[in-house]
């Protein structure tokens, strides 16, 4: 049975205090330029340190090449953002769980940069999360069961199109072979009543955002 790998990649966004990304032992942890700073915090070194590199203090990358770390650098005139570098780095070596790890900042142009990510065709057979300990954020393609904490905050948002057939187990406003549109907010704030939840739908891409309700979910 082949192992699953998973990589997880660390933007430049914003931790949430009393809230941090789980890791599990054997993660492939990549510093995606500024996100370095979060490596740095918990006290954990990448194996990977990728980007143009214009957030990354001179001192800190003499460190990285000290140690001997893998280093890819390119220049800042470039068509895809140092985070989608990242991912494409993670698809192209069998990856097949990748975690974006502080995702969400100050800027509203990379948050939506980032969960446009989301939508990549290439990522058949494999999950792609948004994740900054407090929020996370999956695009789901049909049926899925998701760990929760009874208490979190879950919203459905229908991407792109309308989703249809939708229904849900474990949360207080069940759906029953109902739709969700992009252009209306119903599937919004929505509970966890449990564990776990299931969702299944019959056509369309569903966003789901789970907001925890206390740390360590």
């Known amino acids: 049975m082949q192992t699953e790998k998973r990589a997880v990649l660390f933007a430049n966004g914003r931790a949430k205090p009393g809230f941090e990304v789980s890791l599990l032992p054997g993660d492939f942890l990549v510093a995606v330029d500024g996100g370095l700073h979060h490596l740095k915090r918990l006290e954990l070194k990448p194996d990977l340190l990728i980007g143009d590199l214009d957030s990354v203090d001179a001192s800190d990358l003499a460190e990285i090449i000290d140690a001997g770390i893998e280093v890819q650098r390119f220049p800042p005139a470039?068509?895809?953002?140092d985070l989608e570098l990242a991912l494409e780095y993670g698809l192209k070596n069998d990856y097949t769980q990748i975690v974006i790890a502080y995702p969400f900042g100050d800027r509203l142009d990379h948050t939506l940069g980032s969960l446009s990510l989301l939508s990549r065709l290439d990522l058949a057979g494999k999950t792609l999360s948004l994740d900054d300990g407090l929020v996370e954020a999956r695009l789901l393609d049909g049926s899925a069961s998701l760990t929760t904490q009874p208490g979190d905050l879950i919203s459905l948002i229908a991407w792109g199109m309308p989703v249809e057939g939708i229904i849900t187990k474990g949360l207080q406003y069940s759906l029953n072979n109902e739709s969700l549109v992009p252009w209306q907010t119903r599937g919004?704030?929505?509970?966890?009543l449990a564990h776990s939840i299931e969702i299944d739908f019959r056509s369309g891409r569903l966003l789901i955002i789970r907001t925890k309700s206390h740390s360590g979910g």
């Open 78 to 81: 470039k068509n895809q953002t």
């Open 188 to 192: 919004i704030s929505n509970i966890a």
